[in-house]
């Protein structure tokens, strides 16, 4: 006797979803609510203890193919005579699921594919600039914005266009006194800081959490999705280091910084494993407006970054 058969086939997901009856997984033809051992061992095949990091994990549903050749040959040196698939392993760029499927990993779809948001949708920044000092006015409105704009691509280039887009947009105080002195809001080498740290170490298996950049007249914002990695501390981001996303940072490291007038730096490439960023946060920036920046973790799971924007009186002020 035939019969028709419907069959669909779900790929895997990076993601540990919720159902509106909470976490729920099939034992034999029933489905049972996930014990608290059970979770916990979800969550660390998603990297939640790092135990397993996400950004080494393929992503079933790319093909090495959908990789722009041209994005992951640039990691290439005059010593790398590797084939495609040894050195895309080399570089935590191809790995192996459970099954033996070959593919890309996350940090080859963040580094070398033209649009990330094709396989994980909240891989970007959104940024906006808003006119006042509150996110509501005291009617309730929406602030006018001034600008916005969803910067994606390569993470490289999210980074630059993120910082590009403050550049753009932060006010410069020019204050009288022997002479003309430009007084820009943010120190913009900070900012570069600041842009990188969130991009390169927030949690990419936090599903529906992207990275928010937000200036007002009086301070910068910048939300990260995901607690902060391993042990560290509030207090103690200063003084030590942690990469939550390691292939993500070695390839950052190799890219070039960019050749901005924006920046000053002696840095070559964007990323530096010295562990200097939050130091150069903190000093530059309370150097220039008085007030130190503050990081807040936000329920444990997004850590926010003030900076704030000098207090200047002077009545000369431009974009």
């Known amino acids: ?35 608290t051992e059970y979770l916990a061992r979800m969550f660390q095949q998603r990297s939640q203890t790092r135990m397993i990091r996400f950004d080494e994990q393929i992503v079933s549903s790319a093909r090495i193919e959908d990789l722009v050749p041209d994005l992951w040959q640039r990691f290439r040196t005059p010593r790398s005579n590797d084939d495609r698939d040894t050195y895309l392993r ?3 760029m191809m790995g192996a699921d459970e099954a033996g499927a070959i593919g890309p990993t996350v940090a080859a779809v963040l580094m070398a594919s033209e ?12 940024a906006v600039a808003y006119r006042g000092d509150a996110i509501r006015t005291d009617s309730g409105e929406d602030p006018y914005q001034l600008d ?4 994606s691509g390569p993470l490289d280039r999210q980074i630059v266009e993120a910082c590009r887009f403050v550049a753009k947009n932060m006010k410069t105080a020019a204050v009288k006194t022997m002479g003309r002195i430009d007084r820009p809001q943010y120190d913009m080498t900070a900012v570069f800081e600041a842009v990188i740290n969130a991009v ?6 936090v599903y529906g959490s992207k990275i928010r950049l937000r200036l007002f007249d009086n301070r910068l914002e910048l939300y ?8 560290l501390t509030i207090d103690s981001l200063r003084y030590r280091q942690s990469a939550r996303n390691e292939a993500v940072c070695s390839l950052l490291a190799k890219c070039p910084a960019p050749d901005d007038p ?27 407006s008085g007030k130190e920046p503050e990081y807040r973790l936000i329920d ?20």
């Open 262 to 288: 924006w920046l000053i730096t002696d840095r070559k490439n964007i990323m530096e494993k010295r562990g200097g960023g939050v130091p150069i946060i903190l000093d530059n920036s309370t150097r220039l």
């Open 200 to 205: 390169a170490h927030r949690d990419y298996s």
């Open 224 to 231: 990260s999705p995901g607690a902060i990695a391993n042990s």
């Open 300 to 319: 444990n799971a997004e850590l926010l970054l003030t900076i704030y924007a000098p207090l200047h009186n002077e009545a000369n002020t431009s974009s």
């Open 1 to 35: 006797m035939e019969a028709t058969v419907i069959k669909v086939d779900i790929p895997r997901s990076l993601f540990v979803h919720q159902s509106p009856g909470g976490f729920l997984h099939r034992i034999a033809d029933s489905k049972r609510s996930m014990s």
């Open 115 to 126: 649009e990330p948001r094709r396989w994980l949708p909240n891989a970007y920044v959104q």
């Open 148 to 151: 916005a704009v969803d910067v």
């Open 90 to 92: 080399k570089l935590g």
